[in-house]
Structures are given as C-alpha cells and as structure tokens.
Nanobody
Framework: QAQLVESGGGSVQAGDSLRLSCVDS????????MGWFRRQLPGTEREFVA?????????TYADSLQGRFTISRDNAKNTVYLQMNSLKPEDTAIYHC???????????????????WGKGTRVTVPS
C-alpha cells in the first residue's frame, strides 16, 4: 500500500521554477504508476497534470502543460518529482501525488484510477 507525502511547494514569482517531490513510505513504490494532479480552486475537482509508468519508461502530460512540466521518478529513493518551469498565475493550486495499484497497465489520467493519494502541497504564483 502506498503512503504518499508531498513537499516542495511555496510562493514564487511568475516565470520561476519549482520542483515538487513525493515520497512513498510504502514497500512497493517501484511497481506503482505515479501521477500528479492539482486542484486550482476550492470545491473543484482535481485535474490531471502528469503520470509516469512504474517502469519509468513512459510519461504523459495534460496537453496544456506539455513542455513546461516534467515528471520523473527515482525508484531507489521511493520518490516521484514534478519539475515546473515558467510558472504562471494559473498554476496556483494544491498539487497532489497519487499512486495506482501495483503493476497498473498503461498511463492512467483519471482520478479514479489512483486509489492512493497524498494530502498535497500548495503552490502559489501571484499575478
């Protein structure tokens, strides 16, 4: 079972970069596909940001974020990262990492495909 804790959020200026981290204290990180989602406004649904397959050889991104955000993982450290460049005010959100069940097929982008979630880390980019 995955147990996820995010870090690395903060308040930055437009155009700056941030790297978010998510550590899994469970025992099977290397076989979970990992995703990042974000909730931009209270009461709204979490939207898909990026995912990386448990093998590490495939990634996918929300179309609007392609080119600015990069997801990666270090299975030796049980950690998944989200590198965010050229941040914009509309990137302001709470960012959550999530894990699929072990050995999930493909690269899920739906919230319901991820049964394990962290509590999130806040990113603020003032306008």
């Amino acid at each position: 079972q995955a147990q996820l804790v995010e870090s690395g959020g903060g308040s930055v200026q437009a155009g700056d970069s941030l790297r978010l981290s998510c550590v899994d204290s469970g025992r099977s990180f290397s076989v979970h596909t990992m995703g990042w989602f974000r909730r931009q406004l209270p009461g709204t649904e979490r939207e898909f940001v990026a995912a990386i397959r448990w093998t590490g050889d495939s990634t996918t991104y929300a179309d609007s974020l392609q080119g600015r955000f990069t997801i990666s993982r270090d299975n030796a450290k049980n950690t998944v990262y989200l590198q965010m460049n050229s941040l914009k005010p509309e990137d302001t959100a709470i960012y959550h990492c999530a894990a699929t069940n072990p050995g999930a097929r493909g690269l899920p982008t739906r919230r319901n495909d991820y049964p394990y979630w962290g509590k999130g880390t806040r990113v603020t980019v003032p306008s």
